[in-house]
């Protein structure tokens, strides 16, 4: 009954912050690479940040461009993306996901959150 939750998500304007966050439960996740993924309409699904159980991090760094950082907290069992300088190409569902190894492709992830809303205005 292992699931992720994720929070922080919501309309924010461009230039502005939010910051995601990803509890998880029903079993530890420490040993896992936890991260992002971003979907928006029409689009495939897209590398975002995930983070290694050292705390050694992946960015794409097309999507990303310095904006972003990923973190995550063992003992709370929870991975935070903050966001700043975000911009209307932003806007999509953004995924938590946990899997046994580090990798970028969402079908190496075991866990998926239910995702959350992130609505960038102009």
């Known amino acids: 009954q292992a699931q992720l939750v994720e929070s922080g998500g919501g309309l924010v304007q461009a230039g502005g912050s939010l910051r995601l966050s990803c509890l998880a439960s029903?079993?530890?996740?420490?040993?896992?690479?936890m991260g992002w993924f971003r979907q928006a309409p029409g689009k495939e699904r897209e590398f975002v940040a995930v983070i290694r159980w050292d705390g050694a991090p992946l960015y794409n760094v097309d999507s990303v461009k310095g904006r972003f950082t990923i973190s995550r907290d063992n003992a709370k069992n929870t991975v935070y993306l903050q966001m700043n300088s975000l911009t209307p190409d932003d806007t999509a569902v953004y995924y938590c996901?946990?899997?046994?190894?580090?990798?970028?492709?969402?079908?190496?992830?075991?866990?998926w959150g239910q995702g959350t809303q992130v609505t960038v205005s102009s």
């Open positions: 029903g079993r530890t996740f420490s040993s896992y690479t």
């Open positions: 996901a946990a899997g046994p190894i580090l990798a970028t492709s969402p079908s190496r992830y075991n866990y």
